[in-house]
């Protein structure tokens, strides 16, 4: 069996020109952080991505 990992599906990977920005869904859990948001390298994203559905 193949293991599904979600880091946290409140949170949105956004791709912008030169950097990728994460940030919170408009409606979030109790344990998110509501109207959050950091931009992050491209290449951490990337990593991201591969836990990201």
Same mark, same amino acid.
């Given at each position: 069996?193949?293991?599904? @990992?979600? #880091? $946290? !599906?409140?949170? *949105? *990977?956004?791709?912008?020109? $030169?950097? /990728?920005?994460?940030?919170?869904?408009?409606? /979030?859990?109790? @344990?998110?952080?509501?109207?959050? =948001?950091s931009?992050?390298? !491209? /290449?951490?994203?990337? *990593? #991201?991505s =591969? =836990? @990201? #559905?």
């Amino acid at each position: 069996m193949e293991d599904c @990992y979600i #880091l $946290n !599906p409140d949170y *949105i *990977i956004k791709n912008d020109i $030169n950097k /990728v920005i994460l940030y919170s869904k408009a409606k /979030v859990a109790a @344990y998110s952080s509501a109207e959050w =948001f950091s931009c992050i390298h !491209p /290449v951490q994203a990337m *990593i #991201l991505s =591969f =836990f @990201y #559905l």
